[in-house]
């Protein structure tokens, strides 16, 4: 099992930066699992966002085509985190952000074994 917490949500305006993060605990250690970022807007389905992706030997990024070169998405194993940094946020960015796990990626569809809370973020115009 594996527990993940999300943090570092708030109100900021358009064109600035928020730094989120998402603390995983448990009986394993989640240095081999995959990890990303997910959000949900009001009345929409929930989407991704970024994850870095283990492949055996290392981490690759990925990134939904609405935030590169926006966000940026990195972890700290020593400290079993994960974060993404947002810069030039828009209004359009606002949501609750879900962080997700899973040992097998399933890819850019919310279908991760573990999830987050949620955090939620506003961005104002």
């Known amino acids: 099992q594996v527990q993940l917490v999300e943090s570092g949500g708030g109100l900021v305006q358009a064109g600035g930066s928020l730094r989120l993060s998402c603390a995983a605990s448990?009986?394993?250690?989640?240095?081999?699992?995959?990890m990303g970022w997910f959000r949900q807007a009001l009345g929409k389905e929930r989407e991704f966002v970024a994850a870095?992706?283990?492949?055996?030997?290392?981490?690759?990024?990925d990134y939904a085509d609405s935030v590169k070169g926006r966000f940026t998405i990195s972890r700290d194993n020593a400290k079993n985190t994960v974060y993404l940094q947002m810069n030039s946020l828009k209004p359009e960015d606002t949501a609750v952000y879900y962080c997700?796990?899973?040992?097998?990626?399933?890819?850019?569809?919310?279908?991760?074994?573990?999830w987050g809370q949620g955090t939620q973020v506003t961005v104002s115009s």
């Open positions: 448990g009986r394993t250690s989640t240095y081999s699992y995959s």
């Open positions: 997700a796990a899973d040992r097998r990626w399933p890819g850019r569809k919310p279908e991760h074994d573990y």
């Open positions: 870095l992706v283990w492949n055996g030997i290392t981490y690759s990024e």
